[in-house]
């Protein structure tokens, strides 16, 4: 159980704390579902889920519903349009999709803590929607007001940890020691940072290290040109963008930001882009020769040892950069590029999370 769920449990029921806690599905799955909190790479915020359940919580409570079964058990539910924009109006809300009504929700409770599955939590009237009844009692107490608390103290902790590196980042721009700031840019980029930070603060080091490579190129050897390397985020992390998280003109390089040992997903974002050349950027302190032989062995393996699949993976790749080649490109750059890195981290990083 977690802390904050731990510690409002024990304030609205006292020693039966446990009791509620062990009794109740619904507030054992906002217990699994309220994880990034903790600051685990691989966790997803569950925002949809989440407030699917509070616009439900919220509407059942302001519609006096509260301690009143009898009235509930008649009601037909709350119109998805008037849940669905509540939803958008919370915090990181506005790019959610509306996949947790469209039976998402009911879903994933069933497999992750429904101790009868058959009893969904969302029941789909039409165009209405509403919590099952059996899910917001425990015996004779109603509990929409401490699940309410829960999610609400959740989004708080969420907007703490949000607004932390943005705070650390005006310190940062105050800072006259670019050594300093080199070490505390360092810290951000390890093996257990979070997978938005690292993809922003490896985006802002890859970008700054680019521009000051240069490339000849002209469409005529009589106007050839001179230009830096630039490169471009391609949107918010974790979107439908097809393998490709940074993009480089004017030549074409395709950068994905990952994990180490998830060669399969390696495999898939080859064949998304339809096997262009791919940078993989991994969130990792191994050396990067390691992490090729490793994947080269991952795609004999798949292949069955098939020379025209081995050859069609191999060309895929076109170089591997890891926490070793940020931190020293990091290093490099003079205290002018180390300010403007701040300022594009504190740009995507205002971007990723709404502020």
């Known amino acids: 159980m977690r802390e904050f769920i731990k510690e409002i449990l ?3 029921f006292g020693n ?3 009791k509620i806690y062990n009794s109740s599905d619904l507030i054992q799955y906002l217990n699994k579902k309220t994880g990034a909190i903790d600051g685990d790479s691989k966790t997803r915020r569950s925002l949809g889920n989440i407030y699917a359940i509070y616009s439900l919580l919220i509407f059942y409570t302001n519609n006096s519903f509260y301690n009143n079964k009898n009235s509930y ?4 539910g709350f119109e998805y349009t008037e849940l669905w924009n509540f939803c958008k109006k919370q915090y990181g809300g506005n ?5 947790a009504f469209n039976n998402r929700l009911n879903g994933e409770f069933a497999n992750k803590v ?3 599955p058959s009893k969904e939590i969302l029941v789909i009237n039409g165009s209405k929607y ?9 015996k004779n107490i109603d509990i929409s007001k401490t699940l309410i608390k829960i999610i609400e103290k959740y989004i708080s902790l969420l907007k703490e940890k949000d607004l932390q590196l943005s705070n650390d980042l005006k310190q940062l721009l105050k800072l006259k020691d670019s050594t300093a700031k080199k070490k505390i840019i360092e810290g951000l980029i390890e093996e257990k940072s979070e997978a938005r930070i690292f993809e922003i603060i490896s985006y802002a080091i890859l970008k700054n290290h680019y521009k000051s490579e240069y490339i000849y190129i002209g469409r005529t050897m009589e106007n050839i040109q001179k230009e830096c390397l630039k490169l471009y985020k391609t949107g918010r992390t974790n979107a439908n963008d097809g393998g490709i998280d940074f993009v480089m003109r004017p030549i074409g390089r395709f950068f994905q930001v990952t994990e180490v040992n998830r060669y399969d997903k390696y495999l898939l974002d080859m064949d998304k882009v339809m096997h262009f050349p791919i940078t993989f950027v991994v969130k990792t302190a191994r050396n990067k020769q390691s992490i090729l032989n490793d994947m080269e062995d991952y795609i004999i393996t798949k292949s069955g040892d098939m020379e025209i699949l081995k050859k069609k993976y191999f060309n895929s790749i076109e170089e591997i950069i890891t926490i070793n080649e ?8 003079n205290d002018t590029s180390i300010d403007e890195l701040i300022k594009d981290i504190d740009i995507y990083y205002k971007l990723e999370f709404n502020i």
């Open 130 to 138: 509403l919590l099952h009844i059996d899910y917001l009692y425990i």
């Open 16 to 18: 039966n704390y446990e």
């Open 326 to 333: 940020l931190k020293k490109w990091l290093n490099d750059l």
């Open 114 to 116: 429904a101790k009868n």
């Open 73 to 76: 058990k008649k009601f037909e």
């Open 10 to 12: 024990y304030e609205d």
């Open 95 to 99: 790019k959610l999709q509306n996949h």
